[in-house]
């Protein structure tokens, strides 16, 4: 039985209805803009986007708190209360087995979160491009998206 702590009082994900609007092409609705910013805010951690990218590219898509441990070097209580962050976002679900839950990616949430940003990853690109004094303050650290 999959869960989801808070499931039943909201949409499967807080930016379905944000998908076709992204922020540098109009608008976005209050709605939309605290959904946004409530999954950037889970995002917006370094445990929490390792979480993610490691339950993401384990073999099945899905691990238990006790696997990760280990790679993060972290309690359970602490990875645990990073999980429920995410599940709360809408980012991963919960699927209780016996005495143990395994975490996955909604397949669908981080395509949401790049159709809404999708914009201004062209426009990063284009800003990689040039020195950071042409880039201005917005410009992305040379870090980031570099690997």
Not at 93 to 100: A, P, S
Request: glycine share 8%; with cysteine.
């Amino acid at each position: 039985m999959t869960t989801s702590a808070a499931a039943g009082n909201r949409a499967a994900l807080p930016l379905a209805d944000a998908c076709c609007a992204p922020l540098l092409r109009e608008p976005i609705t209050a709605s939309q803009a605290a959904g946004l910013a409530r999954l950037l805010k889970a995002l917006a951690d370094p445990t929490r986007l390792r979480l993610v990218s490691l339950v993401a590219a384990r073999d099945g898509g899905e691990a238990c708190v006790c696997d990760l441990t280990g790679p993060l070097g972290l309690t359970q209580p602490t990875i645990s209360h990073h999980l429920k962050i995410l599940v709360e976002a809408g980012i991963f679900t919960r699927d209780k087995r016996g005495v143990w839950a395994y975490y996955s990616l909604v397949p669908t949430a981080l395509s949401a979160l790049s159709a809404v940003l999708r914009p201004a990853a062209a426009q990063a690109r284009d800003d990689a491009a040039l020195s950071p004094d042409e880039a201005g303050p917005w410009a992305l650290p040379a870090a980031v998206g570099r690997g």
